[in-house]
């Protein structure tokens, strides 16, 4: 079946610094790729997103690209702040087709903090 | 302001005594999901709605009921709740399935004893 690997958490970095959160993904078909946020309390929102290869997503500052030949949907951005700390979910919605097809199967969460 | 919205947020119960947990959203979305978020395991489904009268079990249905008698609302029934069940709950919904953004509550968190 589907599956999203995230790298383990939690990251802690220093504000300006810069961020990756890597995400590979075990999917038939193409799926579509995403990253939501969940900032403290809060539900899970969409962070960016990608369908079809090749596509880079980007809000923000962040940005993913959609790597086919590598499975993988890493997030990236150049300079974080104290704001962006919250927990980040890599996921994929299938379009395989039959039950499985538009459901969305996420990564385990990374928390990310950032300090001043 | 486009929204979906649970009630309760917080809850706490004992095990047997039947909850129900409202979800509700009010942008016409055909698509709607319930998903239960445990640590180190991210968001898992429970269940699934295409549309009115249509629904289906996620990855993790058991002790789980759905309806869906209205578009704009999904409620989520535990008929009789165990401790394995406590958890952080996320309504969702699109418009359809595929590959529409869904847009998710703010959770009920729900302690059971």
């Known amino acids: 079946g589907d599956s999203v690997t995230q790298m383990e958490g939690p990251v802690t970095l220093s504000e300006e610094a810069f961020l990756t959160i890597n995400c590979t993904y075990t999917?038939?078909?193409?799926?579509?790729l995403f990253w939501y946020v969940q900032y403290p309390g809060e539900g899970l929102q969409l962070l960016l997103k990608?369908?079809?290869?090749?596509d880079k997503g980007s809000n923000k500052g962040f940005e993913a690209t959609y790597r086919k030949e590598t499975t993988s949907f890493h997030l990236e951005k150049g300079s974080v702040q104290v704001s962006d700390s919250a927990v980040y979910f890599c996921?994929?919605?299938?379009?395989?087709?039959?039950?499985?097809?538009?459901?969305?199967?996420f990564g385990q969460g990374t928390i990310l903090t950032v300090h001043p | 302001e486009a929204q979906v919205t649970q009630n309760p947020r917080y809850l706490i119960t004992v095990t047997g005594k039947k909850l129900t947990v409202t979800c509700s959203q009010n942008?016409?979305?055909?698509?709607m999901s319930w998903y239960r978020q445990d640590p180190g395991l991210g968001l898992r489904q429970i269940y699934y709605?295409?549309?009115?009268?249509?629904?289906d079990k996620g990855d993790v249905p058991e002790g789980y009921k759905v309806s869906r008698k209205e578009k704009r609302n999904f409620p989520l029934i535990l008929e009789s709740p165990s401790p394995n069940q406590t958890s952080l709950y996320f309504c969702?919904?699109?418009?359809?399935?595929?590959?529409?953004?869904?847009?998710f509550g703010p959770g009920t968190r729900l302690l059971v004893l």
């Open positions: 969702a919904s699109s418009l359809d399935r595929g590959r529409e953004t869904q847009y």
């Open positions: 999917a038939t078909g193409y799926p579509s």
């Open positions: 990608a369908t079809k290869a090749d």
């Open positions: 996921a994929l919605s299938s379009n395989a087709g039959g039950t499985s097809y538009g459901k969305l199967t």
């Open positions: 942008m016409n979305h055909e698509y």
């Open positions: 709605s295409m549309n009115v009268e249509v629904t």
